[in-house]
């Protein structure tokens, strides 16, 4: 059972995250922040602080945060598989440099062997 709890938490948190580090999550969240101030507004230097601490920064710097991370971590898997690539055809290069030294070595020892019969 708990197995697939774990496995339901996992899909749900991955859709939550990229679904909240959207631009469109920040923009939705940003007409949900200013809506208010419409109405009232905070009155003093201290309301205003608590209100711009609270909502501005939690509220819209999260998404930004999150889609940041997001492309940040894009970039990072494209670089880990251009790496991968890039090491899979060095180890096919160096497979292939080592039967050729093997034709040459070969063919060295038959060079020799005419040699010693002459």
């Not at 507004?41 to 920064?57: D, E, M, N, R």
């Not at 999260?62 to 790496?83: C, E, F, N």
Request: glycine share 4%; hydrophobic share 45%.
């Amino acid at each position: 059972m708990k197995p697939l709890f774990n496995k339901f938490n996992d899909y749900l948190a991955d859709k939550l995250s990229y679904g909240l580090s959207t631009m469109i999550a920040f923009y939705f969240i940003v007409i949900l922040v200013l809506t208010p101030l419409i109405y009232t507004q905070p009155s003093g230097f201290v309301a205003w602080a608590s209100y711009l601490c609270s909502v501005i920064f939690q509220g819209i710097a999260l998404p930004v945060l999150g889609y940041t991370a997001r492309k940040a971590g894009d970039k990072s898997d494209a670089l880990m598989k251009q790496i991968f690539e890039m090491a899979q055809k060095i180890e096919s290069l160096v497979e292939l440099l080592e039967v050729k030294q093997e034709h040459i070595d070969q063919e060295l020892d038959l060079v020799e062997e005419e040699i010693e019969k002459k």
